[in-house]
């Protein structure tokens, strides 16, 4: 099958509950079924980040595939990276169903999932089976994000163990601090506290003999501005290598039209784009200079909503909601709309285009 096959299949599997389609789809994608982008990417794509190099600067956010299930076959549809997670030290099972809605007529999602994952060992059992870094078989880089359980969580404990687990097999690590869906881990964003796990993970990153994949942050699009400054002084800092921007809202931006819409959980989508993109730009100017990296996410369907992100500040952009809507074919198609955006707006390579409209 190829990915434009399957993301016309997709539709029917719109009439399905939101998570058993999602899951069904995870289980397609284990087993190849939505095929794989084989064209090469445009030149103008490739880019240099976080000392790593990518083929394009498209990746799938977390929250896809929480337990590494099929990183494999969603490397081999196209994107530039992905990033596998969150994960917990145990398994979770996550929050009462539903927790996962479809806002149709916003092709946005609102989740409560409450981080539902296999947990540590078996992520890890996964991840020990994917193809080697930089071949053929592994064409994208794997980000992968930690995060802490709802109960028996020790913050200052968990997230260095994680990170130190995860190191062999990661080209970045992302420490959730801002899901809205565990109680208690959006206060993590705090100064004083964020300090304190960023000190703790950079320590054990230093202590390791192997590899030490860089460090970022995800934060939440919620914040108020006089928040965003400490947050950006911590990771400064301590010496980390960047930060996502950001997760979903709690926020209901409107118009929004579904009738879904006052369910409780965290946005994604279109409507979150907005609010997204102007936390981001307001983080590149904070950050300017100070060897941050920034990833945007949130609200991109599109190559000219990429390349808005990266014109923002972002080096790399993420997806989620639009892949979840329109599947496969979406990888090769913004990839063609960001090549000519960038093209367009006289752009030789991505890092020219980074950040120009933070300045």
Known sequence: MTPQLASVLMPLMRGMDPERAHDLALRALRFGLAGADRSADDPVLATHALGLDFRNPIGLAAGFDKSAIAIAPLMRLGFGFVEAGSVTPKPQI????????RLTEDRAVINRMGM?????????????HLPPA???????????????????????????????????HAGYVAI?????????????QGEAMLRDILAAVVAARDALAGPRPPILVKIAPDLAPAAVEPIVEAAVAQGIAGLIVSNTTIARPAPLRSALKSQAGGLS????????????????????????TLIGCGGVSNGAEALE?????????QL??????????????????LAAALRR????NVAEAIGVDAR
């Open 94 to 101: 996550g929050n009462p169903k539903p927790r996962l809605f």
């Open 116 to 128: 539902n994952n296999a947990g540590l060992p078996a992520f890890l059992a996964r991840l020990a």
């Open 134 to 168: 930089g071949t053929g078989n592994r064409p994208a880089v794997l980000g992968v994000n930690i995060a802490i359980n709802k109960d028996g969580a020790a913050p200052l404990r968990d997230y260095p163990a994680l990170y130190s687990a995860v190191a062999p």
């Open 176 to 188: 959730n601090v801002s899901s809205p869906n565990t109680p208690g881990l959006r206060d993590l």
């Open 269 to 292: 989508g279109p409507p979150l784009r907005a609010a997204a993109t102007e936390m981001l730009r307001r983080v590149a100017k904070l950050s300017a200079g100070r060897g941050l």
């Open 309 to 317: 992100k990266i014109r923002a500040g972002a080096a790399l952009v």
């Open 320 to 337: 989620y909601a639009a892949f979840a809507y329109d599947g496969p074919a979406l990888i090769p198609r913004l990839k063609r709309e």
């Open 345 to 348: 707006d006289g752009f030789k």
